[in-house]
């Protein structure tokens, strides 16, 4: 074979895009953690106060809070912009242009208007509209679809991500799930645990440090032997 | 000049660590070389963003293209589950541990050619390769009951192989809940083998039961791999010589037609060479043939030991049916590892159904475990009318009562599903990545919906409120669009038979063009079989060695 060629990351970076692997891209380079820029500020970092407004409807509207904690509880618009500027930073042209889109078709359902001022049900056609990819008013780029499965899925990973990423605040979208949390570094479980007769602590009712999920049985300690 | 090896290891998944343990406590001394770091019990967390969705701490450079038609450009993505680390993606398996059926090592006379299929018997029997799956069970401490699955090949009694090294283990809600309902259908139900502690065995602890298994790694070293077995045992003989993040790019072959050493990039990007006597290949059926495509001599104008043309080609990847169940109770998904029972009343063949061969059911965690694989999987799916707002919640919170029901299903080896080298896109190094071209054969469809109706069956007996088919294309749902486009069980590329002109290794795993390079992972398996592969490779491997040592030691006396 012929001596490999020894590019920058640069170039291999251009190559990659070059050849349509843009959405690829995030997942394959390894950026500065989001988790550091979310714990120091929850104030936007990437996004304009108008994007920032048309995110957090939005993404309100995706997880909403009426029966339960939502997006607004978990933080999820302050995980967004963290992580757009960083391990998904190459979605952030999509996202933002898309964020504009819905405030170009707040402004034409009702001059002057923008995404955040549209009632509830309003947005909720909006959402609807673009995941069936279709929106009267909606600018020509990015297609619809694409920027309701990119917000949806910085929703969700905003809402059930560990909490050191800067989403999932308080553990609101655990609980919201049902989901106790990390067990191995508690000890993990007992078999009664796992066949349902024995109660899970779930991490928000864990004491700091290494409490077990399982309390503790009388005489020993609950974790692995040897 | 560094002096050469007797062997040089490339790769340390399963089969790369069976072969270095193997090989240094036969007194070599060994090279092991990995393209990834080594990392180790305090880099295994739960952290399902980073670990799973990002994949940020196994493979963060992986690339790869796909295309379903030769012809058809290739998308650039990640489509297979690699590990570039010491002790490859076998540290992050779910520890299913199965000897295939005495069947499926001959497909092809069992069943007679089919169209479109490169169907193909292995050169080799069940009994052949049994003394060598009782010493996986043993190192890797399998826990199990022999017998149980009255559809498994009868296990040999004598010298102690009738049962398994370990008992099984306390098992989880939602597997009692299948058991349950298999029983009430007639089926038959069985504790699924692991390679996972449950007691202490092999100087390793017993399993916490803490939930984040398959997909990460043991934070305990409960669950058996390369970095808890063979890497310790490798080095208590202190003839091994690890060297990670260290990327091979070329088999270097001399005049003779022999590999004289391994051309490879160390963590700073400087060219490296190692020479050795003897080379094993284990960087699974993707890494290895694209290790040996890359490898281009005079000798060897199409990649070394490739004079067949079989070297990428009849990639497997297995596909499997899944269903959904909403229970009335609590399904503890998140606890236990990835399965606790199974059953294999459907994995003989039987050509009434439409369809050849078959594979094994279980009551799975991977669509459970965790909350993020949950939901991301939920949001794709078709039933929900708009994927958002209250609906998506109130899908969201049926997370904790969710069973799932899984399988694993042969895929027949086709000849135009292959790994080659992409001839547009290169990675990092400079390197053409894998390109993977690949379609699903029609016995695979048929047999895909074959399943998932069976699956259906057995999740309305579990009751529960609601029971319906996992759809997310190309992943629990096959057609003729959405081939599996990676996998997890990486299969063909490298077959093994006895024709030199239509298969790459012996059955010894021996190349038949270059008399020291042995492929000792899943690359060499000429069908898929319907169960995961780690036991079979490690077996294989176990028999490679064994059958290098008597010679090399015939050639000594």
């Not at chain 2, 497909?107 to 089919?114: A, I, K, R, Y």
């Not at chain 2, 009738?162 to 989880?172: F, I, Q, S």
């Not at chain 2, 490898?295 to 070394?304: I, N, V």
């Not at chain 2, 998506?392 to 135009?416: F, H, I, K, N, Q």
């Amino acid at each position: 074979m012929n001596r490999p060629r020894l590019p920058s990351r640069r170039r291999f970076l251009l190559e990659v895009a070059g050849a349509g692997g843009a959405l690829a891209l995030g997942l394959v380079w390894p950026r500065p953690r989001a988790a550091r820029a979310a714990r120091a500020s929850a104030t936007p970092a990437l996004l304009s106060p108008a994007e920032w407004r048309a995110a957090g409807a939005a993404l309100e509207r995706i997880l909403p809070s009426d029966s339960g904690p939502g997006a607004r509880e978990a933080g999820c618009l302050n995980f967004l912009d963290k992580s757009l500027l960083h391990e998904d930073a190459h979605l952030a042209p999509l996202v933002r242009s898309g964020l504009a889109g819905l405030d170009a078709v707040a402004a034409a359902r009702r001059p002057g208007a923008v995404f955040a001022v549209l009632s509830p049900e309003e947005q909720d056609a909006v959402l609807a509209g673009l995941a069936g990819g279709e929106l009267p008013g909606w600018p020509p780029e990015p297609p619809p679809r694409a920027f309701f499965d990119v917000l949806r899925l910085e929703a969700l990973l905003g809402f059930l991500c560990d909490p050191r990423h800067g989403g999932n605040r308080d553990f609101a979208g655990w609980r919201r799930l049902g989901y106790p949390g990390p067990a191995h570094a508690a000890g993990g479980y007992t078999p009664e645990q796992m066949r349902g007769t024995a109660p899970i602590r779930p991490i928000w009712k864990r004491r700091p440090g290494r409490e077990p999920a399982a309390p503790a049985p009388a005489g020993g300690a609950s974790g692995h032997e040897g | 000049m560094e002096a050469p090896f007797d062997a040089c290891v490339i790769g340390t998944g399963a089969g790369g660590g069976v072969a270095l343990q193997e090989l240094c406590e036969a007194g070599l001394s060994v090279v092991a070389l990995d393209r990834g770091p080594e990392l180790g019990p305090a880099d295994f967390d739960e952290d399902e963003l980073r670990v799973v969705i990002r994949d940020a701490l196994f493979s963060p450079e992986q690339l790869e293209t796909f295309r379903r038609h030769p012809g058809e450009p290739a998308a650039p993505g990640r489509y297979n589950q690699l590990a570039h680390a010491v002790g490859g993606a076998f540290t992050r398996w779910a520890g299913w541990a199965w000897r295939l059926r005495e069947d499926e090592f001959r497909v092809l006379s069992t069943e007679g050619p089919v169209e479109g299929a490169h169907l193909a018997d292995w050169p080799l029997s069940y009994r052949e390769l049994e003394p060598f799956y009782e010493r996986a069970e043993r190192d890797f401490g399998v826990a199990g009951v022999a017998g149980a699955n009255p559809f498994e090949t009868p296990r040999r009694l004598p010298s102690g192989g009738a049962g398994y090294p370990l008992p099984p283990h306390p098992v989880r809600r939602g597997a009692e809940v299948f058991e349950q309902a298999a029983r009430r259908l007639g089926r038959h139900p069985f504790p699924l083998p692991v390679a996972i502690n449950p007691k202490p065995y092999g100087g390793r602890p017993r399993c916490t039961w803490g939930g984040a298994c398959q997909g990460f790694g043991c934070p305990i070293h409960a669950k058996a791999s390369t970095l808890s077995v063979c890497l310790p045992r490798a080095r208590a003989t202190g003839r091994l010589d690890l060297r990670p993040e260290s990327r091979v790019v070329e088999l270097v072959a001399d005049a003779s037609g022999r590999v004289r050493a391994a051309r490879y990039l160390d963590r700073e990007g400087r060219e490296r060479e190692v020479r050795a006597r003897h080379f094993f290949l284990a960087a699974n059926a993707i890494g290895s043939a694209h290790l040996l495509l890359l490898s281009r001599s005079a000798r060897f104008p199409e990649g070394l030991a490739n004079g067949s043309g079989q070297v990428g080609r009849n990639l497997m990847l297995h596909h499997g049916a899944t269903v959904r169940v909403i229970l009335d109770e609590p399904a503890l998904g998140h606890t236990g590892f990835e399965a606790f029972r199974a059953l294999d009343d459907f994995h003989p063949s039987d050509p009434k159904r439409g369809f050849i061969r078959g594979g094994v059911i279980a009551e799975v965690s991977a669509f459970t475990r965790q909350p993020l694989v949950y939901a991301l999987h939920l949001a794709g799916d078709p039933r929900l009318d708009r994927g958002f707002g209250e609906e998506l919640m109130r899908s969201l919170e049926e997370y904790p009562r969710a069973l799932t029901l899984g399988s694993v299903l042969e895929d027949l080896p086709m000849e135009d599903n292959r790994v080659d080298l992409d001839p547009e896109v290169h990675d990092a190094d400079g390197i053409p990545v894998p390109r993977i071209t690949r379609r699903q054969h029609p016995n695979d469809i048929a047999m895909n919906r074959w399943f998932r109706e069976r699956l259906l069956e057995l999740g309305e007996a579990c009751g529960g409120s609601r029971v319906f088919p996992l759809r997310v294309p190309g992943v629990t749902w096959i057609d003729e669009e959405h081939p599996v486009r990676g996998g997890a069980h990486l299969m063909g590329t490298c077959r093994m038979g006895t024709n030199p002109e239509r298969s790459v290794v012996d059955a010894f795993g021996r190349a038949h063009q270059v008399p020291n390079l042995w492929i000792v992972d899943g690359s060499v398996f000429p069908t898929a079989a319907g169960y995961n592969p780690t036991l079979t490779i490690l077996a294989l491997a176990y028999r490679a060695v064994d059958h290098f040592l008597r010679a090399m030691r015939r050639l000594d006396a």
